[in-house]
């Protein structure tokens, strides 16, 4: 358990909040705070701590000696959001990346993993990647998943533990209970740089986004690297929705793309330049478009749950996450074993900007 | 003259600083303070007010309306630096927008500007744009000036008062003292907004940075509107430097650039985004390549003085800058009539983050 200084502390400061879904009762960690990370949860006497950054290196031939000392694993960086799943009492819930039981991600796990591995298991938390065109919060999804979601396992963790299961064991429970997991490129040399560079041109062309790496050692360090798709296709998802992203979001990418482009002696031709400048104003035309036909900048999501009563408890959670985000639910039916769901987020700060500007006014910079 | 407890209080806060340019002793406003704007100075019993922020529209067609209710001057907006220009016993001097005297500004003014202007008109400021491939700040000029600087000419402020002089005196003054200024485009009502649009849409061939619109009236409203090519060219000229700029930097041109081309109509096309990509990726490729090959990122600047002892002086001047760029003098050697003096600024964010991401260093974002 975490010291009851460090809890009150944090309850003091406004970084600990009390949450409760469908009558379980937790605390959560809205920020980092001293040593605990963001979307740390508290029930009863356990602790899920929330899932930690991993750095990210932008060059494989300098950046493997860099930072392994031993042979590392290597798996697919799959594009979606981050769930942590635990079983309590019986249920199971999933905890989004923030440390919120998300209705959505809770209503869909079992559809994925096998309840069996939770009532064999219930001291585990396994870490998962949710992808999909269907997901509610992320507008990427990989190309192999064409409809709905599906659930990726890449790590799991202990309850009340910081760190991860060895590889192996980790590797032994996917296998014992089938459980759904990202793709495992397999266990790398220090040497093999040239394969791994390989594998990530391979994964370029085929529109997926990196990969994770995985010291096989104790010290169980970790690194991501990611492709110049993926960080196209950032620019070219958030463009409609510019002024919502934190400011360096874009240099940031920017940064990737050149240094990947730059390693993988990738073609610096007028096709790479055409694809850049399209990713940013084919958004922002778009948006243009939206605030002068609709008077609102949006984007439409949908999403398919087992329970109506959830669907309708994720749309009360979803509109509470930002204040710059206003979400209208536009519809709900039954279709087929679903029900689905369509919302859509009204972004308001490029709706309001678009709306002061095309309307002739004015901006101090 | 500022109330007292408004100077004190800027000095106490470390607003107000004390500055000395060859025996010229004044206080500098180093940041907006109250209702006094940065780089405002002061000597004896005379302030020379910081020049002041322009609003900026992004659509010609409802903003003349929005922002005008008489007509409006039209005048051309020169892509160089700002500075003010006065004398003070028989001295001229040349202020930065950041309120210094500029060793390099001072030096050279007296190439453009008739020194009988001082002498028959001491209580008057010149507010000129200082623009040219050979200028020490800004990295774009415009295409008209080949080589070295000039001076252009756009208001006139008097001492010890924070508004212009009215448009027609600036324009008498202009032509008894052939005064060098900016292109005057005339008078424009409220209606000639597609006139308007057939300069800026010349301006943008020419690649002419924009237009500053001026209404004809005591209120003396200002508003400026850049051309698509300028905010491509500010792209493209800065991202060899692109963690040195604002975070909001590109976000802010990339708006401009949609709405730009939304309201002029023009083609949407392949060439224009290819002209996007590459103004974002040539600098960056350009900078992996310096911090590679000469393990820094920087770009050389030129400039030409008349005294030796003003180049020397403002070397040093431009040392104190920023404590992100690094000034290195490379040679200062006489040239026909002139002293060119040649310098480096290292950027040193690009140049420690490349090293460190090139060296295969990580990042946690």
């Known amino acids: 358990m975490l010291p009851q200084e460090v809890l009150r502390e944090a309850l003091k400061r406004g970084k600990l909040k009390s949450e409760n879904f469908q009558g379980f009762e937790y605390l959560r960690f809205t920020d980092d705070f001293k040593d605990v990370p963001r979307g740390t949860v508290l029930y009863k006497d356990t602790v899920i701590w929330g899932y930690p950054h991993i750095g990210r290196i932008f060059q494989l031939s300098t950046g493997i000696r860099e930072q392994f000392s031993a042979p590392f694993w290597v798996e697919e960086k799959v594009d979606g959001y981050n769930a942590r799943v635990f079983s309590h009492e019986g249920q199971i819930y999933a905890l989004t990346r923030g440390g919120y039981v998300c209705a959505f991600t809770t209503d869909r ?16 938390v396994l870490c998962m990647e949710v992808a999909g065109p269907e997901n509610p919060y992320v507008e990427e999804s990989p190309p192999y998943v064409r409809e709905d979601v599906r659930f990726f396992l890449f790590d799991i963790m202990v309850k009340n533990r910081q760190d991860f299961l060895p590889y192996r064991e980790k590797l032994k429970l996917i296998r014992e209970y089938s459980l759904p997991s990202v793709e495992n490129f397999g266990l790398f040399n220090l040497d093999q740089v040239e394969e791994l560079k390989g594998i990530l041109r391979r994964l370029n062309e085929e529109k997926r986004e ?16 990611i492709t110049s798709y993926a960080n196209l296709n950032d ?6 929705n510019m002024l919502g992203l934190p400011p360096d979001y874009y240099t940031n990418r920017l940064l990737r793309l050149a240094l990947f482009i730059e390693e993988e002696g990738i073609e610096k031709d007028e096709g790479l330049y055409m694809e850049l400048g399209e990713a940013f104003l084919s958004g ?14 949006r984007r439409v999501f949908r999403c398919r749950f087992r329970s109506k009563e959830r669907a309708l408890l994720f749309i009360e959670q979803i509109k509470h996450v930002s204040t710059h985000i206003q979400v209208n639910q536009l519809s709900l039916r039954k279709e087929g074993e679903f029900w689905l769901l369509e919302f859509e987020k009204v972004f308001l700060n490029m709706t309001g900007l678009l709306g002061h500007l095309l309307g002739g006014g004015s901006l101090v910079d």
């Open 109 to 124: 796990v079992l559809d994925f993993v096998n309840p069996r591995f939770f009532e064999d298991n219930p001291h585990l």
């Open 210 to 225: 990196g990969v994770v790496l995985k010291e096989d050692s104790p010290k169980d360090k970790r690194v991501k690297y």
């Open 235 to 240: 620019i070219r998802v958030t463009s409609l």
């Open 284 to 297: 922002l035309f778009e948006a243009c478009r939206m605030a002068k036909e609709e008077g609102k900048v």
